[in-house]
């Protein structure tokens, strides 16, 4: 009888020590990380987000970008090249592959 | 009808369909200003820039754009700005986001048909670099804000990313993408088309160009120059003292990338267990050097990269890999 309490202590010793050896060894070996969310993804969750905690825009504000006084003394911008489209089956697939 | 936009720090390519085609549109993203100071001087410079592509501007001072510009650099032996800096629109230069928003303009042109989708790459943030001033929000804004003046739906995809999906179809969208671009080489881990990790570093092209120019003496428009005319590989010595320069610093950057590559890997959390070696794409402007992608597979061999590698590739179409990317994104919306 008391053999086998000294083993299930012994066991449950060896159960919290692999709790703690993770999480608080193994982990801080391990970089922190937030996984990137696909373009995709982003696209659909954008009009779903739902924040209850009121928050002041503070990003910096776009300005001076107009262009309307200067005077263009060119033609055309760029140069044109043309190739074959080989994308129709790249959109396929990563359209079956993102359910669209 | 769809766009695709490669917003980057040496080129601004544009891709959209036309019939069973693809047509990109390149501008080389750099200006020169000339501000004369009589109106004597205006007439002259006026005339002597006939043939050029400029603009004139509400001060009377001429912005010399593109190609042209790196011209008129080098013939002064000066150094032509540029409104991108790392990546994203350049804080440095007062005029960026005017002569940013007037290429965007000119390049991407009027939408085709009301908010028609427009999909733009943006970098990833830096590993190697905490710089308030790389500030990607506030550039997404800038290129939003300019492209809604053209009537775009215009949206926003890191640039690594597009790379994947324009490059690892018969890999099922599995891989590793980097796009070496002028300002920064961007990184993307691929999953089954899901990102998992992305980052970019702050040394690229412009790196080369700036060391060589210090090493030399040279302005870095002139590197510039003698850098994109090619004649030298990789790694090895040359005759003429500028690409033997650029020779030597590519090798480094080379090193430096694989290196960071392999660091930021390694035991990173997000980093999926692949079951089959993996395919590196590589991209960009900067990758076009001879001898680039063998140099880049024979550094990550030796910085103890965490993956087993099938190849590393070169995209089939280096610089226009993004935009297509951005056109395939777009084309998906």
């Not at chain 1, 692999?18 to 193994?26: A, N, S």
């Not at chain 2, 994203?88 to 002569?99: F, G, I, L, N």
């Not at chain 2, 939003?144 to 926003?156: C, N, P, Q, S, V």
Request: net charge negative; glycine share 8%.
């Amino acid at each position: 009888m008391l053999d086998q309490l000294i083993v299930c202590i012994l066991l449950l010793f060896v159960f919290i020590s692999g709790i703690v050896f993770d999480r608080y060894i193994l982990n801080n070996q391990t970089k922190e990380y937030e996984k990137p969310e696909s373009f995709f993804s982003k696209q659909r969750s954008s009009e779903k987000v739902y924040k209850n905690n009121i928050e002041i825009d503070d990003k910096k504000i776009v300005m001076g970008v107009e262009t309307v006084n200067m005077e263009s003394k060119h033609d055309g911008l760029g140069k044109t090249t043309e190739s074959k489209d080989n994308t129709q089956s790249a959109i396929n697939k990563l359209k079956s592959m993102k359910g669209k | 009808m769809s766009k695709g936009l490669d917003v980057g720090t040496s080129f601004i390519i544009m891709s959209k369909y036309n019939k069973d085609n693809i047509v990109f549109k390149d501008f080389r993203d750099a200006f020169y200003v000339i501000k004369p100071n009589t109106p004597i001087a205006t007439k002259m410079i006026e005339k002597g820039l006939a043939g050029k592509t400029f603009v004139k501007d509400s001060d009377g001072s001429f912005i010399i754009l593109g190609k042209d510009a790196i011209e008129k650099a080098v013939e002064r032996n000066e150094t032509a700005r540029r409104p991108m800096y790392r990546g994203v629109v350049s804080v440095k230069e007062k005029e960026a986001k005017r002569v940013l928003a007037y290429i965007l303009k000119e390049v991407v042109g009027k939408a085709s048909e009301p908010d028609e989708k427009l999909v733009f790459c943006v970098p990833a943030q830096p590993v190697d670099q905490e710089d308030d001033d790389f500030d990607v929000g506030y550039h997404e804004d800038v290129v939003k804000t300019i492209l809604a003046e053209t009537g775009h739906d215009a949206r926003a995809i890191n640039e690594a990313e597009a790379l994947c999906y324009s490059e690892l179809e018969d890999t099922d969208y599995t891989g590793i993408g980097i796009s070496c671009g002028a300002g920064m080489t961007n990184v993307c881990v691929m999953l089954n088309g899901e990102p998992t990790v992305v980052f970019s570093t702050t040394k690229s092209g412009d790196w080369v160009d700036r060391m060589s120019a210090v090493a030399t003496g040279e302005p870095d428009s002139v590197v510039q120059v003698e850098k994109e005319g090619g004649g030298f590989k990789v790694g090895e010595p040359n005759e003429n003292p500028v690409l033997n320069a650029v020779s030597s610093y590519y090798e480094r950057l080379i090193e430096y990338t694989a290196r960071q590559l392999s660091a930021a890997l390694d035991g990173h959390k997000a980093l999926p267990k692949f079951k089959d070696p993996i395919r590196i794409v590589v991209a960009g402007g900067t990758s076009q050097a001879d001898g680039y992608i063998e140099k880049l597979n024979e550094k990550l061999n030796e910085s103890n990269f965490p993956l087993p590698i099938q190849e590393v590739k070169h995209a089939s179409d280096p610089l226009h890999a993004v935009s297509k990317g951005c056109l395939i994104a777009a084309s998906i919306l």
